[in-house]
């Protein structure tokens, strides 16, 4: 099993920026990418940006340029730098880990920007 610990969330006003941290820790082998979901109020959950454990990242189009995603192998933390941030960005945030065949969720993060 793998948990996933989220921090970073809260409110920002538009334009502003925030930084999410997601810990994995349990049986971390074989994670090989980890990523940032949202889910705004009576909407699906959408992709926000994964990365691989080479470091390759993917994000969704309305994030491009805006958001960073990283990750700390040694210390099996992800982290999604968001600048520029808008009121659309407002959702939960959750973090997850695709290790072998398994999808392990975060509890999530709530994140509102102001305008």
């Known amino acids: 099993q793998v948990q996933l610990v989220e921090s970073g969330g809260g409110l920002v006003q538009a334009g502003g920026s925030l930084r999410l941290s997601c810990a994995a820790s349990g049986n971390i082998v074989g994670i090989r990418a980890m990523g940032w979901y949202r889910q705004a109020p009576g909407k699906q959950r959408e992709l926000v940006a994964t990365?691989?454990?080479?470091?390759?990242?993917n994000y969704a189009d309305s994030v491009k340029g805006r958001f960073t995603i990283s990750r700390d192998n040694a210390r099996n933390t992800v982290y999604l730098q968001m600048n520029s941030m808008k009121p659309e960005d407002t959702a939960v945030y959750y973090c997850?880990?695709?290790?072998?065949?398994?999808?392990?969720w975060g509890q999530g993060t709530q994140v509102t920007v102001s305008s």
């Open positions: 990365i691989t454990s080479g470091g390759s990242a």
């Open positions: 997850n880990a695709v290790q072998f065949v398994n999808n392990y």
